[in-house]
């Protein structure tokens, strides 16, 4: 199996500063890592992926890293706008042959007034 | 292209009930994922499928939630009976059988039982 440990549960910062949020994992085969962000009241939409042959990934003001020694991937929002603010979920993939995503608990993404 | 359909949106069960969940895969998607999403638990995989097969079937939820595909474009989620502890947002979510398709979710059924 596998276990997401995403943190933090709950992040605030400056609209126009950066902000970031980590995901662990325990498996080692785990090759795939997607982010998913819900707005309240929607479904979890795929906003960023990466998968285990590469370690940075970017677009549109959004950057993901993935470290597999450490078995930990980030995901960095640049420039935060009030449109970033919604919940943001980690997952990952273990093994081939199956698509079943691990996620994570999901952090509370808002902007300080 | 249509995406994931679910119904009904949302639903309100007395407690013993039986409810029936549906979710209509986007076509041509061999993977169907029925999930549960909570405040406290987050996102739990309740059922995987592939190709109508059952890949997976979540162990803390055998006993009352039973889901089903009896065809490649159509799923069903039974809880029987249902509990107030089952009050969540069922999300079923598809996507093509090759390694690394994020899958694509449907709306969700707000489930409430009283």
């Known amino acids: 199996g596998e276990q997401v440990e995403q943190l933090p549960s709950i992040l605030r910062v400056q609209e126009g500063s950066s902000a970031s949020i980590n995901c662990t994992y325990e498996n080692s085969a785990s090759n795939y890592f997607p982010w998913y962000k819900q707005e309240p009241g929607e479904n979890p939409k795929l906003i960023i992926d990466i998968r285990s042959n590469m370690e940075r990934k970017q677009t549109q003001g959004l950057i993901v890293l993935l470290d597999k020694k450490a078995k930990r991937f980030s995901l960095h929002i640049t420039d935060t706008q009030p449109g970033d603010s919604a919940m943001y979920f980690c997952a990952a993939k273990t093994g081939t042959g199956s698509n079943r995503l691990t996620f994570g608990k999901g952090t509370k993404f808002s902007l300080i007034p | 292209d249509a995406g994931v359909t679910q119904t009904p949106r949302h639903e309100v069960a007395e407690k013993g009930q039986t409810i029936i969940l549906k979710c209509e895969p986007v076509?041509?998607?061999?993977?169907l994922f029925w999930y549960r999403q909570t405040k406290i638990q987050g996102l739990e995989l309740l059922s995987y499928?592939?190709?109508?097969?059952?890949?997976?079937d979540g162990g803390a939820f055998k006993d009352r939630f039973k889901a089903e595909m009896l065809n490649s474009s159509f799923s069903t989620l039974k809880i029987q009976p249902t509990e107030p502890k089952d009050s969540a947002v069922y999300l079923c979510a598809s996507s093509l059988a090759n390694n690394n398709q994020a899958p694509l979710f449907g709306e969700g059924t707000r489930l409430s039982v009283l």
């Open positions: 076509s041509g998607h061999n993977d």
């Open positions: 499928f592939r190709s109508k097969s059952l890949m997976e």
